[in-house]
Every structure is written in C-alpha cells, then in structure tokens.
C-alpha cells in the first residue's frame, strides 16, 4: 500500500511539473518593436556599426549599416523572453529586412513595413491612425528615434523608448524600458506574464 501510495505521488509531482512547463510555453512573450532609419541603420557620423565576419561589399550589396551594440542587445532581450518585431514606416520589403539581419546573426520574428501598416490599420477602421501604432499588432514596446512618434505614443496610449541616434548608452535605455514594461505587464496580467529576470550585473549588486 505504501509503495502504491507513493507511486501516486511521484505520478501528481510529475504531472504539476508538466502543467507549470505547460504555462510556461503558453506565456505570450513580451513583444518589442525596432524602428530602422536612424534607429537601427544609422549614418557613420551619428553611430559606429556592427563588426561583421563578411566582407564589406556583400553588406553594401545585401543591407547597410547595422548601429553598433544592436546584436548584444538582441541577444539580452531574448535572454528576457521578449520577441523582437521590426516596425518601419519604410517601403522595405520584410523579405530585404530579414535577409539584412541575417547578416548580422539576428533573426526577428515580426515585420511591420508601411504596406503592412496600411493594410491592417484599414482593416481595422483606423485611416486616422498615428504614423505607428504598434498595439495593431500587439506589439507592448516600440524602440524609434522620432520624438514625433514618442508624442504619438502619449496620445495614443501606446509605449515609446525614444533614443538618439548619437547615444552611445542607447541600449541600456532600450533595457531598462523592456524590463519597466515587463514588469508592470507581470504586475497588471501575473497569470499572462512573467516578472523580468535580474540581469547578472544587478544580481551581483544585491
């Protein structure tokens, strides 16, 4: 009886800890959002760029210049569990953006070019939209360098981390934003989301 007794157990152990992977893969993930001029690509006078392993010629032929810091930044963000989106009010194609990234080593998993933008805002009713409008696409924090569409943000309802294009810190800004977003989403919606995970840097702090 003992044996069995404890058979169960270790059976109702397993499947809590099947459950907990279960809703933890079911989590939506913070999604965050890149403009590309100025933001991203940026001109040498305002930004230094990415080091890549290629040749100089296939970037010029295949992309542009990607602003140095981009790729570590990425790879925190998703170190986080955010997903990273491109929302451009550019004509390029999502095809070109990706194969641009690729370059680099980073991979998006959304893109919202202005063909993109038009087409689900007119699906919605919202001809009178905003330049951008990132909650179309559930996407919780938009990364650009307008201060015009920062001030749209406020209108709107929307989160908007405005950078620079010459602010070396750049990317500390973009994750302090993320994890003050992923923490009042955690705080608003804990069955939903997930609390952001201390970086090392402030783990070793506390």
Request: proline share 6%; hydrophobic share 35%.
């Amino acid at each position: 009886m003992e044996r069995y007794s404890m058979l169960e157990q270790g059976r109702a152990s397993g499947r809590r800890a099947w459950q907990a992977i279960g809703r933890k893969f079911r989590r939506p993930q913070m999604r965050i959002s890149f403009d590309i001029d100025d933001t991203l690509a940026c001109l040498p006078h305002h930004a230094d760029e990415e080091h890549s392993k290629l040749p100089t010629f296939i970037h010029r032929w295949l992309g542009e210049p990607l602003r140095s810091g981009t790729r570590s930044l990425i790879r925190d963000l998703r170190r986080q569990g955010c997903s990273i989106w491109i929302y451009t009010s550019s004509g390029r194609t999502p095809a070109y953006i990706r194969r641009w990234l690729m370059l680099y080593g980073i991979h998006v998993d959304g893109v919202v070019n202005s063909d993109r933008h038009q087409h689900v805002l007119s699906l919605h009713g919202l001809e009178n939209a905003p330049s951008k409008y990132p909650p179309a696409f559930d996407i919780d924090l938009h990364v650009d360098d307008s201060e015009g569409v920062g001030i749209e943000g406020y209108d709107h309802g929307f989160r908007v981390v405005v950078v620079n294009p010459e602010d070396d810190r750049w990317a500390q800004k973009v994750m302090d934003a993320a994890e003050q977003v992923q923490a009042q989403l955690a705080w608003q919606q804990p069955q939903r989301y997930e609390a952001p995970t201390p970086r090392r840097s402030q783990a070793l702090a506390s």
